[in-house]
């Protein structure tokens, strides 16, 4: 075993991993990356075929990041955002708030607010370093924001079947996977969910399984808006009407990269704006141009200027949280955007202690903002853009390839995001038992052929770095291929 490897298994605790599993063998052990592809210790190469778990954009090494990091390494890598404000963290703001208010949005015909006025713009931007916490501070601020506005004492909050929005204490009670949460019930507050789209699995979609995207077939009256419209009634009869509604607009990343058909964001965001509900959207995985939206003509074309999920549909949040992508993938930072309203209702005088008290040693740190900065940059470049546009088509293309396989049920693509999701039999959608390792196995078996991912259960993720050429994007799916031809059927 490499020695690193081995000083690994020694004191590493890995997150989400069954340790015993990790230490059966040797680790991949990653040195060195280069746009979509990564190097270990033995100098194999592997395709991020997820972008290190959803995190990297533009690729590993990208010049233009790496000089900008340097430039402001040359300069101070860190102080404190407690007390002193910074010059990268400042333009940061300044341009994030640019991109999360596009032109023409305010216009829109996205669903308004329940006095009717139209939906404010994002202009306060509170940073922190992670997903979770990202989310956890819309949470904090949601909850005081509706108490402080006389809405409610005991303010509640409504989330998505399935939703997953970080591991802290609070994120993790807005979230509905008990896989993950049953183990801390005790500790966590309660929440309420509601049935999420899920077409291919929808108890309402009386479609009969075919070789296509379910959202593309599915045959329903959108029973799901009914049941989310049922769930803001009730809970106005019980005299506290929610507070917020929580969601991952577009598609839920760690539920299963399970994704919504067009019109359901802006019609949900419509019925909890007009029962008075703040909207939490967690973009931590959708944003920064990772998810798109068919175009209304149907077809599955991107738009690339919105770099927001929500947006594709027209809304626009009270919270928008912000992660994974923000630094490009290098560095952990994330920041939650807010309205002006939200802040106002934390002015006052010192010794009213409206203040909010909540922040990290870390929060708007130097070096991650300047990653940010370039990131941004990049990303608004045409040519960037242009790339999306061509791997968003290239991937799709390469998918159908997966519809021969017998055990691939659903192909669910959103941009540069997809799910595949793997059955016992297409024709019957039969799932695998958990305990059977399906996914696992699979991702086991691309590794073995060179690409690197994740699964979410029975749910292969495939979201390439933007920088992914058509040849890559080919390896990864012939390498998925492959992998579920081999491990089901011995081949
Ligand atoms: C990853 C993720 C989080 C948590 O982010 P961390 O940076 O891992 O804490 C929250 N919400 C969504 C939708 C995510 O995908």
């Keep these: 075993m490499h020695p690193l490897a081995k000083l690994d298994h020694r004191h590493i605790w890995h997150p989400f991993t069954q340790m015993r599993d990790w230490l059966k063998r040797e680790p991949i052990l990653i040195v060195e990356g280069k746009g979509a592809l990564l190097r270990d210790a033995r100098g194999r190469e592997y395709l991020d075929a997820n972008s290190s778990i959803w995190t990297n954009l533009h690729g590993h090494n990208h010049p233009r990041i790496n000089a900008a990091i340097r430039r402001q390494l040359g300069r101070i890598a860190h102080s404190s955002a407690l007390g002193l404000a910074n010059e990268p963290a400042s333009l940061l703001a300044e341009?994030?708030?640019?991109?999360?208010?596009?032109?023409?949005?305010?216009?829109?015909?996205?669903?308004?607010?329940?006095?009717?006025?139209?939906?404010?713009?994002?202009?306060?931007v509170f940073f922190s370093d992670d997903g979770t916490t990202a989310m956890e501070v819309a949470l904090k601020l949601a909850y005081e924001f509706a108490r402080r506005a006389g809405r409610s004492r005991q303010p509640r909050f409504l989330s998505l079947q399935g939703a997953y929005h970080g591991d802290t204490v609070g994120a993790v009670s807005l979230g509905h996977i008990d896989l993950f949460h049953k183990a801390y019930a005790g500790l966590l507050f309660k929440t309420d969910q509601v049935m999420a789209p899920y077409c291919y699995r929808c108890p309402f979609n009386r479609a009969r399984p075919e070789r296509a995207d379910a959202r593309d077939y599915r045959k329903c009256n959108w029973e799901c808006l009914d049941k989310l419209e049922r769930k803001f009634e009730a809970q106005k009869k019980r005299g506290n009407p929610y507070a917020a509604f929580v969601f991952e607009p577009l598609m839920q990343g760690a539920a299963g990269m399970i994704p919504q058909p067009v019109g359901w964001l802006g019609r949900a965001a419509e019925i909890a704006r007009a029962h008075g509900a703040l909207l939490i959207a967690d973009e931590v995985m959708t944003g920064f141009a990772r998810t798109a939206r068919p175009s209304p003509a149907g077809a599955h074309a991107i738009r690339p200027q919105s770099l927001f999920a929500c947006h594709h549909e027209g809304v626009q949040p009270d919270f928008m949280s912000l992660a994974k992508g923000l630094s490009g993938g290098y560095l952990p930072m994330a920041a939650t955007l807010t309205t002006r309203a939200v802040f106002d209702a934390f002015l006052g005088e010192y010794?009213?202690?409206?203040?909010?008290?909540?922040?990290?040693?870390?929060?708007?740190?130097q070096l991650g903002a300047a990653a940010g900065l370039a990131s941004l940059e990049i990303l608004q470049s045409t040519a960037s853009i242009a790339a999306r546009v061509r791997l968003a088509q290239d991937l799709r293309d390469e998918l159908q390839t997966l519809w021969e396989c017998p055990h691939v049920g659903d192909i669910r693509q959103v941009g540069l995001v997809a799910g595949i999701e793997l059955v016992r039999d297409w024709r019957t959608r039969e799932p695998f038992d958990l305990r059977e390792r399906a996914g696992i196995r699979v991702c086991e078996a691309m590794a073995k052929r060179g690409v690197l991912t994740r699964p979410i259960g029975n749910v292969i993720a495939l979201l390439p770095p933007y920088c992914t050429t058509r040849a890559q994007a080919r390896r990864m799916v012939t390498a998925l291929r492959e992998a579920v031809s081999c491990v089901f059927s011995g081949g």
């Design 95 to 124: 341009r994030l708030v640019a991109a999360a208010n596009p032109p023409g949005l305010a216009r829109a015909p996205g669903p308004a607010t329940a006095s009717g006025n139209p939906q404010p713009p994002l202009q306060k």
């Design 351 to 365: 010794d009213e202690f409206k203040t909010f008290f909540h922040g990290h040693s870390f929060t708007a740190n």
